[in-house]
């Protein structure tokens, strides 16, 4: 009996590991003929887990959505990684903070000493600034994520600055997170293009059902892609700097978006903006570097508001705006 027990739990495991596994894969990891396989798959269905099956040579097994979600099995770092991800949603900004310490508290209640020893440590050396934003809604971005993993067109509402909505109908390809913010890589059929969209600007409107066949792009070249259009089409105001400072230093102090390369091994020329350039030079004066601007009127001109302030709060002469 605990031979078989063991065992269920290990099927288990493999079938919450990934999505589809043929019999003889299972029955091979399990050192099992694949008619025990089919018996254990029926233990499981017993228990409550929705295994479905496919018929045929090729047929296999996944684990599929039920009305109700059954038990999952985490290892020791999966169970850790999973109680400080909760730790940290509860204190930040994505609107779910009372449902993030009901879930923690379930799991912190059933998690062996050694791991909530593990988790209290972590949190111990551990402070968070909350946020100011308002929250993300996190039915949204499901929506969202549902669309890119089903290759399923989308069809929204999008509020862009100025609020003035437009409606938008795309092929979502890629939900990229930047510090704050979400964003959502998608090919706009209207435009035929390209187009960068914040999910928390978007409206989704009912379903289409209509799939299409994903457009592949490297992982890093969705990043940079990203990173290029926010840095460059999403604010008011833009400027090109030259700071004198490496790339590594200059991206670890600024944390919002930038598209940023190195020119030498001290110097870089970074491409920013933001909706206030005198909340974008107060950022900037963070780097403690010195900064030439290649272009961006605006930012001159609030560097120079900032220096008349810096210069008063230390007591010396500087004409009031």
């Given amino acids: 009996m605990l031979e078989t027990s063991a065992r269920l739990l290990e099927l288990l495991s493999l079938l919450q590991l990934k999505r589809d596994w043929t019999s003889s894969e299972l029955a ?12 254990d798959v029926g233990k499981l269905r017993s228990l409550g887990y929705p295994v479905d099956a496919r018929p045929g040579v090729a047929g296999g097994y996944r684990l599929a959505a039920g009305t109700a979600m059954p038990p999952l099995l985490l290892d020791d770092d999966e169970a850790v990684a999973v109680a400080v991800g909760l730790s ?3 204190t930040g900004r994505l609107g779910v903070e009372e449902t ?7 799991l912190e209640q059933v998690l ?36 890119v993993r089903a290759h399923e067109r989308f069809r929204f509402g999008y509020t862009k600055p100025g609020d003035t909505e437009t409606s938008r109908h795309v092929e979502p390809q890629r939900l990229v997170s930047w510090g704050a913010l979400w964003y959502l890589l998608a090919w706009d059929l209207d435009r035929d293009d390209w187009r960068v969209f914040r999910v928390d600007r978007m409206t989704p409107r009912p379903p289409t059902g209509a799939r299409f066949r994903p457009r592949m792009i490297p992982e890093d070249k969705v990043v940079e892609y990203v990173v290029r259009r926010v840095s460059r089409a999403a604010w008011k105001y833009r400027a090109l ?29 970074v491409e920013l903006g933001s909706d ?16 030439e601007i290649l272009e961006g009127d605006e930012l001159a001109a609030a560097f120079g508001r900032l220096a008349g302030r810096f210069r ?10």
Avoid: F, M, N, Y
């Fill in 28 to 39: 091979g990891r399990l050192g099992v003929s694949t008619r025990t396989v089919r018996a």
């Fill in 88 to 90: 940290t949603v509860a």
């Fill in 100 to 106: 993030s310490l009901t879930a923690l508290a379930k």
């Fill in 112 to 147: 062996p000493a050694h791991l909530r020893r593990r988790v209290e440590a972590v949190r111990e050396a551990t402070s968070v600034v909350p946020g100011v934003d308002p929250p993300l809604d996190l039915s949204v971005l499901g929506v969202v994520a549902a669309a």
């Fill in 241 to 269: 700097l030259l700071v004198h400072a490496p790339v590594a230093e200059v991206t670890a102090k600024i944390r919002i978006p930038l598209a940023i390369e190195a020119a030498g091994d001290s110097r870089c020329r």
């Fill in 276 to 291: 206030d350039p005198d909340r974008l030079a107060l950022w900037l004066a963070q780097l403690d570097a010195d900064i």
């Fill in 312 to 321: 008063r709060a230390a007591g010396g002469p500087g004409p009031r705006p």
